[in-house]
């Protein structure tokens, strides 16, 4: 039965959204038994477009209300909501303040059969609508978001309690009465940066293997039926999604810069958790109870190498802003010692420390063709071995097939490149 209905809401979306289809048809439905009691929702899509669902609340909803959660879930893909969560400290209050921001325009969007105004998409009952949280409609995700963090910092007088304001729902998540966190309701899963399930999604994205280029080829046909829509529709796309993209874009920008701070600081962070072993040069205390060395806890120096790729089509005023910012983030994050390598179809020399001394008079050597793997080997014969790495480049390039062992890759590419690699973060750089 989940199947069917399913398959009845996509034919609907079909019909009444085309312009999504190729996000539509690019998702993977995968049923989830007991996934409202595991991950505290029915539905979530990850971010590489994998949609998780429990089969039994599938079952039980008409084809406008289920129709109308795959719709909710496409646009955090289309309007990248997992992209720009990662700059913002609390994902869930985010995914909460995107909810507010495309649930009160997919209620607007009606057609006007024989001049009564018919809704086109239902939505869930527990949804989130601004004036749940008495904010005005029609704000973006941004906005929302800095509106709830102040109401979550400052309460209004004569409020004690979130359970004291009326039924507002203020509690980062959007949590029900009931304690859930659902679809269109805080709990999108990581399409919009807030995973409903971490580890399971993980691993389905991993089992599905869809990689950034395909994921984006797949974005950029959404984005150009878009623009097709809006050309037929004389300035005016189907469901009023001009407004809805017009917003987004008149949202704050988020600076690439904080972005890969964000995701830099993740990383290391991972690396730091994993940078304790066990070694019998550091006796555990313990060992004089026992009357033998035990092993004691030693932790290893956390090393970031920055590639640059000096290849031609890389400019020299780009890249020397990229390694200052980069630098600043290696400062902030404290106890890291980043290095540099430059290389486009070869690596050339020994990694270098950076200094700011350096970063000011260094030059580029290079200017070839380009080819990721020999910085790579690289990497993997350092020592200490690097357990992150940052590669700026432009993308044009052969990758290794697969991860390094033991180091976490962000890809720093230029705005118009291609993702070089299904594996590792990506930060985008304007020109």
Known sequence: MHKKNLANARIYVTANAPYLVSTLY???????????????GPMGLTEHLVLLYDPAWVSSVDTLELAGALVHEIMHDVLGHATRAKAFPDRKLYNLAADLFINHTLRTQVRDPHGKAEPIWRLPEWVQYPEKYGLPPGLSADQYYALLEEQQSKPHAGESTDKEKGGDKAEAGGKDAAGENKVASGGCG?????????????????KQQMSHTELHNV???????LKEAAKKQQGILPLGLDDLITLENDAPKIRWSQLLRCITGSVIGYAKVGALDYSTARPSRRSHLRGWPIPGVVTR??????????????????????????????????????????ADSQAYGEPVPITLSYLHDFKIKGRGGTDFRPAFKIAEKMRPRPNVLIYMTD???TAPLTAPNGIQTIWCLSEDSQVPASWGYVVKIPR
Do not use: C, F, W
């Open 395 to 397: 993308g044009y390039g």
């Open 301 to 342: 120096e956390i090393v970031v190498l920055i590639v640059l790729d000096t290849s031609g089509s890389m400019r020299h005023s780009d890249l020397n802003e990229a390694l200052r910012e980069v630098a600043g983030v290696m400062r902030q994050v404290g106890g890291v010692q980043p290095y540099l390598l430059q």
């Open 26 to 40: 690019a998702m993977v439905p995968t049923p989830v038994e007991n996934l409202a009691r595991i991950a505290d």
């Open 190 to 206: 990581g399409v919009v940066g807030n995973p409903i399930a971490k580890r399971l999604e993980a691993e389905l994205d991993k």
């Open 219 to 225: 974005r950029k046909e959404t984005q150009r039926a």
